[in-house]
């Protein structure tokens, strides 16, 4: 999965703007362009994608330019030929309301979960000058990473196809099958406590983890599916069945009526009294 932020538009007349991304995982080349379309009351269409070796699967929260209609439409009773803009910030399932920067009048825009419909083949991506060096410019980051990745592993003493060290356990989670690979740094730790000791900035939630039985790199999501590494086939985590465990780092499932019982953490705190004082009605005044 490549997260592509901050696409910015192309519009009917002006530049042809591209956003081109290499795979951390694969080293794919993906491309988007992004071509918006005028949104009224009752609307359920914001625009158009075009991609290359890829296919959407979630839409960030997106910055939206509001007109009121009398305003965009250059009424009559308008003062200004050219309304002021009024740019919003909007997330899934969330609302936001501004008012007209010309007439003052109350706007707002809600944003629902969002659907992808398939259409015809657009206008095709490439071709262009940017859109050539972009790419260029992602395939030397990609096999620059990789090669960073690798010099990092063997300092570490990491060989690929044999254990991790302690087996991927640390100790803060000395059952842990794994390490994880962080976005912010890119560099591998075996869980958070040990990537926050060691950096000066705060961690973003890793996509890629790295077997403790054979050091193979590969997606949490991928293995999540059966709980086993994809290169050895050995139990890396446990599969998702809604009785997850407290040792997977984190990702456990916290609803106690749906933990194993095997979980210590089910039943842990259950035989605590409580006192009086702080369960006793208030007296009336």
Same mark, same amino acid.
């Given at each position: 999965?490549?997260?592509?932020?901050?696409i910015?538009p192309?519009?009917?007349?002006?530049?042809?703007?591209?956003?081109?991304?290499?795979?951390?995982?694969?080293?794919?080349?993906?491309?988007?362009?992004?071509?918006p379309? =005028?949104v009224?009351?009752g609307?359920?269409?914001v625009?158009?994608?075009?991609?290359s070796?890829?296919?959407?699967?979630?839409?960030?929260?997106?910055?939206?330019?509001?007109?009121?209609?009398?305003?965009?439409?250059?009424?009559?009773?308008?003062?200004e030929?050219? #309304?002021?803009?009024?740019?919003?910030?909007v997330?899934?399932?969330?609302?936001?309301?501004?008012?007209?920067?010309?007439?003052y009048?109350?706007?707002?825009?809600?944003?629902?979960? #969002?659907?992808f419909?398939?259409?015809?083949?657009?206008?095709?991506?490439?071709?262009?000058?940017?859109?050539?060096s972009?790419?260029?410019?992602?395939?030397?980051?990609?096999?620059?990473?990789?090669?960073?990745?690798?010099?990092?592993?063997?300092?570490?003493?990491?060989?690929?196809?044999?254990?991790?060290?302690?087996?991927?356990?640390?100790?803060h989670?000395?059952?842990?099958?794994? =390490?994880?690979?962080?976005?912010?740094?890119?560099?591998?730790?075996?869980?958070?406590?040990?990537?926050?000791?060691?950096?000066?900035?705060?961690?973003?939630?890793?996509?890629?983890?790295?077997?403790?039985?054979c050091?193979?790199?590969?997606?949490?999501?991928?293995?999540?599916?059966?709980?086993?590494?994809?290169?050895?086939?050995?139990?890396?985590?446990?599969?998702?069945?809604?009785?997850?465990?407290?040792?997977?780092?984190?990702?456990?499932?916290?609803?106690?009526?749906?933990?194993?019982?095997?979980?210590?953490?089910k039943?842990?705190?259950l035989?605590?009294?409580?006192a009086?004082?702080?369960?006793?009605?208030?007296?009336?005044?």
């Amino acid at each position: 999965m490549v997260e592509l932020k901050g696409i910015p538009p192309t519009l009917r007349v002006g530049k042809d703007n591209q956003m081109w991304r290499a795979c951390d995982t694969c080293t794919s080349i993906v491309g988007v362009r992004f071509r918006p379309d =005028w949104v009224f009351a009752g609307c359920t269409t914001v625009g158009f994608l075009d991609c290359s070796g890829c296919a959407p699967m979630d839409l960030l929260p997106s910055k939206f330019t509001l007109f009121c209609e009398p305003c965009a439409m250059n009424d009559d009773t308008v003062e200004e030929s050219k #309304p002021a803009s009024t740019i919003v910030n909007v997330g899934i399932s969330t609302s936001a309301n501004a008012a007209c920067r010309t007439c003052y009048s109350r706007l707002g825009i809600e944003l629902q979960e #969002p659907h992808f419909v398939q259409l015809q083949s657009g206008p095709s991506l490439g071709g262009t000058a940017n859109a050539t060096s972009m790419i260029s410019r992602e395939v030397e980051r990609t096999r620059k990473a990789k090669v960073n990745r690798r010099e990092e592993l063997a300092r570490l003493g990491v060989v690929p196809g044999q254990p991790l060290p302690n087996h991927g356990a640390c100790k803060h989670f000395s059952r842990s099958k794994r =390490w994880l690979r962080f976005p912010c740094c890119g560099k591998a730790y075996p869980c958070v406590t040990c990537h926050d000791d060691k950096e000066d900035h705060d961690y973003e939630y890793a996509q890629i983890m790295i077997c403790g039985h054979c050091a193979k790199e590969q997606r949490i999501s991928k293995a999540e599916q059966t709980g086993l590494c994809i290169g050895c086939g050995l139990q890396v985590l446990k599969k998702i069945d809604g009785n997850h465990a407290f040792w997977q780092g984190g990702t456990g499932v916290r609803d106690r009526a749906r933990m194993s019982r095997k979980d210590s953490k089910k039943f842990q705190g259950l035989g605590k009294t409580v006192a009086q004082k702080k369960v006793a009605t208030p007296k009336k005044s």
